[in-house]
C-alpha cells in the first residue's frame, strides 16, 4: 500500500466507524465494534478490497493509533471521535491536573460565554499533546490554545475518560476552567 492508499483507507475507516456506519452498510454494536470478516466482505464488495494484512497494517500504522482491534482480532473499532451515539465503556479516571485544547480565534468569543461544548461529537477532546492540537485547531482557522483547569473540574465532579489513544474526553467544560494560552 502507498502513503496515498493508506490515508484514505484510515479515512473511509474513521466516516463508517466514527460517523455513518450506513456508508458501507455495516452495523456497529453498542460499544461501536464492526465484524472484521463483515467489515471486509463489505469494503471487497464496495470495490475498496483491502486485505485482513493491509487493515491491521493500517491499524497498527496510523499515527493517531485511531482504530483498534479487540482482543482477539474479530472486531474493530474507533477509540474516540464518534458523532453516532455509541458506549465506549470507558471508566472515568483522574484527569492531569491540566489538560489542553486547540481551537480556532474565531471560536474564542462563543467558548468563553458557553465553555467547551462537544458540537456534534460525544465528547469534547482535551491533550496533553500540545503541538497535535495546534495541528487539529489549524483545520478550524487561526489557532488559539486552551488550558483547561482539569483538577478543579475533576474535584467538582466532572467525569473524565482516557481513550485506548489517549485522548482525554469529558462531556463539556464551563468557561470557568478555561484559561486563553498567549504564550
Ligand atoms: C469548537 C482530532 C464555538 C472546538 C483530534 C472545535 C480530536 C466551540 C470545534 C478530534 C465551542 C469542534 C476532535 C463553543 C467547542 N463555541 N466553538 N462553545 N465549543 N468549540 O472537530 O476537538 O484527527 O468536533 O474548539 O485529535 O477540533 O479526527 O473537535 O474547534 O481528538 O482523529 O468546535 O479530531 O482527531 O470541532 O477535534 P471538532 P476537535 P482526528
Redesign the pocket.
Known amino acids: 500500500m502507498n502513503e496515498a492508499q493508506i490515508v484514505s483507507t484510515s479515512k473511509f475507516l474513521?466516516l463508517v466507524l466514527r460517523h455513518d456506519p450506513t456508508a458501507l452498510g455495516i452495523t456497529l454494536d453498542s460499544n461501536g465494534w464492526a465484524d472484521v470478516d463483515e467489515l471486509l466482505a463489505l469494503l471487497n464488495a464496495k470495490g475498496k478490497p483491502l486485505t485482513r494484512e493491509q487493515l491491521a497494517y493500517v491499524v497498527s500504522t496510523n499515527p493517531?493509533k485511531?482504530f483498534a482491534f479487540n482482543d482477539d482480532g474479530t472486531r474493530i473499532r474507533a477509540s474516540?471521535?464518534h458523532s453516532i451515539e455509541i458506549d465506549l465503556a470507558l471508566t472515568p479516571i483522574t484527569p492531569p491536573d491540566i489538560l489542553y485544547?486547540?481551537?480556532?480565534t474565531r471560536?474564542l468569543e462563543?467558548?468563553f460565554?458557553?465553555?467547551?461544548?462537544?458540537?456534534?461529537?460525544q465528547h469534547?477532546?482535551l491533550?496533553l499533546d500540545v503541538e497535535?492540537?495546534l495541528e487539529?485547531?489549524k483545520?478550524?482557522g487561526k489557532p488559539a490554545l486552551?488550558i483547561i483547569d482539569a483538577k478543579a473540574m475533576s474535584q467538582a465532579g466532572h467525569l473524565f475518560y482516557c481513550s485506548e489513544n489517549h485522548?482525554w474526553l469529558t462531556e463539556n467544560v464551563p468557561a470557568e476552567y478555561l484559561t486563553l494560552d498567549d504564550r
Open positions: 474513521s493517531k485511531r474516540q471521535g485544547h486547540g481551537t480556532a471560536f462563543s467558548i460565554e458557553k465553555g467547551l461544548i462537544p458540537g456534534s461529537r469534547v477532546h491533550t497535535m492540537t487539529v485547531a483545520r478550524h486552551l485522548v
